[in-house]
């Protein structure tokens, strides 16, 4: 089943029946979005896309006397035929259909018509630049970019009920919603494009860059989903616990105007670890967790205060193609600089890297650090 058909599904007054849909898809309460399965850029449009009963429709393409998306069009048959970025290619087949159907209520408004065209632009340069083998490698940051343009289309309706959706369709729409949408998915199809952009600038030498990232001296075992985490019992909340801490937690994560940093607090024993590894086994589901650190006393590696900026910059490298060609640079001018004070580190190892790249990385990247009170160094742990 294609996005294409629930479309269609909505083009018609819905019975009775349909005025009354049964349950929905269970999703988590107060999240803005799904969370797709790893590897998978379909997962939001899963929940819409399961089996519908159907009824008989024109073809979209009766109702387009003329094709104003040439270049999206071209961009989704080019994907479609060759299958050279497949995590992009459910989503331009999604944004083709989506424009397809709300063009007639939508063309002739000048701000919408002026994002149409920059989007038909990049989409121009995307086709070009992926037919000449110019790929973004498949990254959780790529994953990430391309599961935020699902969800921008999603939060067009304001929600994932498909039956809610379809009754949707039976009424006019707000142009001004979707002229937002296409904003933001200028900005992360812009995103991608430069992922494959600094690709092409990454060392040639992946062994060299292999051996300079290992040099760092990871902490592995500081991974929430480490081997290790069974050896200090680490786990996750049961089921349908903890369910307004972590509804309290993705609404900090989605909200754009929030702080940039989260601080869970609480007396020992209280479950803080659990909801922090809760959240990042919801964060990995999502594309967007950029790394994360879990102190323990348990295990020396952990408890180090010295390997976790190290550690985090390893990750981010892992997360992002552009963020490792920004940190290889920074340890070809300073080899040792894993070795420095914690401030340094963060400073070179993180914060120049990032800035650099700001524009190629998704929206909602978030780094998890848990117990820096176990750490064995506390005057450094402070500073943290």
């Known amino acids: 089943m294609t996005f294409k058909r629930i479309f269609k599904r909505g083009k018609h007054k819905p019975s009775a029946s349909e005025d009354h849909p049964g349950p929905s898809a269970d999703t988590p309460t107060g999240t803005r979005s799904s969370s797709p399965s790893p590897g998978s850029a379909r997962g939001v449009w899963d929940l819409v896309t399961q089996p519908l009963l159907l009824r008989s429709s024109p073809n979209l393409s009766s109702r387009q006397q003329k094709n104003d998306w040439p270049s999206l069009e071209a961009l989704a048959t080019f994907l479609n035929q060759t299958g050279v970025f497949s995590p992009l290619a459910e989503v331009i087949n999604n944004l083709h259909c989506f424009v397809q159907f709300h063009e007639n209520v939508c063309t002739g408004k000048t701000e919408y018509n002026t994002v149409r065209t920059q989007l038909e632009v990049l989409c121009a340069d995307l086709r070009v630049q992926l037919a000449r083998g110019i790929t973004p490698s498949i990254t959780t940051s790529v994953h990430s970019l391309c599961r935020a343009v699902q969800v921008e289309l999603m939060e067009v309706y304001g929600t994932m009920d498909r039956g809610t959706i379809s009754r949707y369709l039976q009424s006019s729409l707000d142009t001004d919603k979707v002229t937002r949408c296409y904003r933001c998915i200028h900005g992360h199809l812009g995103r991608v ?56 937690l993705k609404a900090w994560k989605e909200n754009k105007d929030s702080e940039k940093v989260c601080w869970i607090n609480g007396m020992a024993g209280t479950g803080k670890t659990t909801i922090a590894t809760t959240f990042c086994s919801i964060l990995r589901e999502s594309h967007e967790l950029g790394a994360s650190f879990f102190c323990t006393r348990s295990l020396p590696d952990c408890r180090n205060v010295k390997l976790i900026f190290p550690t985090i910059a390893y990750q981010l490298a892992r997360f992002s193609l552009p963020f490792r060609g920004a940190l290889l640079r920074v340890l070809e001018q300073d080899p040792d600089v894993h070795t420095k004070l914690p401030r340094v580190q963060l400073q070179r190892m993180i914060l120049e890297p990032l800035h650099s790249v700001a524009a190629s990385l998704p929206p909602n990247i978030v780094v998890v650090i848990d117990a820096l009170d176990e750490c064995e160094d506390g005057s450094e742990s402070g500073f943290l």
């Open 193 to 248: 494009m430069l992922n494959a952009n600094l690709d092409t600038l990454r060392v040639v030498d992946r062994q060299a860059a292999e051996s300079q990232l290992r040099a760092l001296s990871p902490s592995m075992a500081a991974c929430y989903d480490s081997a290790e985490a069974s050896v200090v019992q680490r786990r996750e909340c049961a089921p349908q616990t903890r369910k307004q801490v972590l509804v309290d």
